[in-house]
């Protein structure tokens, strides 16, 4: 799982949005919502477009699904919309989720150039969007 810019701020930034739960509360629910899915689920977090690039290289080339939030990056970064394309070439599942809907918030949030390369897109439920994207993940390689 990977997660964008300002996520380690959750809790903090803009609570009326995000919530009031922080990254350690979204690490530990999701690492138990994998184990219930018989996913083991490692969630990382950075600020640093590089070292999230790199992550969904690693992710090809380990042969990992992906649940990723890029955040803002998600309106601007082709450098990271190429590496999640290489995700899905490489017939990996790659969800995206947002806790917030971009399509309800700011005019510049409503374009993504990462939505048009991964495998689906969850919007708006909070936390909860990461365990739809998880159960996603195994239903897809289930099959």
């Known amino acids: 799982m990977v997660n964008g810019p300002n ?77 999640a394309h290489m995700v899905t070439d490489a017939g990996l599942p790659l969800m995206e989720v947002h806790i917030s809907n971009p399509s309800a918030r700011d005019q510049f949030r409503r374009h993504s150039v990462i939505s048009p390369v991964v495998t689906g897109t969850i919007t708006g439920l909070g936390f909860f969007g990461y365990r739809l994207a998880l159960e996603a993940v195994a239903h897809l390689i289930q099959q």
């Open 7 to 83: 996520l380690g701020r959750l809790g903090v930034r803009e609570p009326d949005v995000y919530g009031r739960q922080d990254l350690a509360t979204l690490r530990k629910d999701c690492v138990a919502w994998g184990q219930t899915l018989g996913l083991e689920v490692e969630v990382r977090q950075s600020d640093d477009e590089a070292e999230v690039i790199g992550w969904m290289h690693q992710a090809v080339d380990e042969k990992t699904p992906v649940v990723m939030n890029p955040a803002a990056f998600t309106h601007y970064s082709y450098g990271l919309a190429d590496a």
